[in-house]
């Protein structure tokens, strides 16, 4: 099941992983030693954010490790610019009109 990466980062559990793991690769192990809950949720979210494909799996012997895929934060970021984008015209002409009602009031 392809899951929307747009709900898999709206939880703040799943930020905050990829978060860490933007510094470093990590075993969910180690993961969970920075979180209040168990191993187990952990994985249940490295789950969720590796079927969207914000972080990829890599085996070291026994260990598998997760890092962010950055060619899919890549794709979350041009979806971001183009929605900052429409912001910043809208933004735009609110400010014309401002200045526009500024320059007709007494």
């Given at each position: 099941?392809?899951?929307?990466?747009?709900?898999?980062?709206?939880?703040?559990?799943?930020?905050?992983?990829?978060?860490?793991?933007?510094?470093?690769?990590?075993?969910?192990?180690?993961?969970?030693?920075?979180?209040?809950?168990?191993?187990?949720?952990?994985?249940?979210?490295?789950?969720?954010?590796?079927?969207?494909?914000?972080l990829e799996q890599s085996k070291q012997g026994r260990e598998i490790y997760y890092h962010?895929?950055?060619?899919?934060?890549?794709?979350?970021?041009?979806?971001?610019?183009?929605?900052?984008?429409?912001?910043?015209?809208?933004?735009?002409?609110?400010?014309?009109?401002?200045?526009?009602?500024?320059?007709?009031?007494?």
């Amino acid at each position: 099941m392809r899951r929307d990466v747009f709900q898999a980062i709206a939880d703040p559990t799943r930020r905050a992983i990829i978060m860490l793991l933007a510094v470093n690769a990590m075993t969910p192990n180690a993961l969970a030693e920075h979180f209040n809950s168990t191993r187990q949720t952990v994985s249940k979210h490295l789950q969720v954010l590796v079927e969207c494909e914000v972080l990829e799996q890599s085996k070291q012997g026994r260990e598998i490790y997760y890092h962010v895929n950055p060619d899919k934060m890549q794709d979350i970021e041009k979806w971001l610019e183009q929605f900052k984008a429409l912001l910043n015209k809208r933004f735009n002409q609110l400010d014309a009109v401002l200045n526009q009602l500024k320059k007709i009031k007494p």
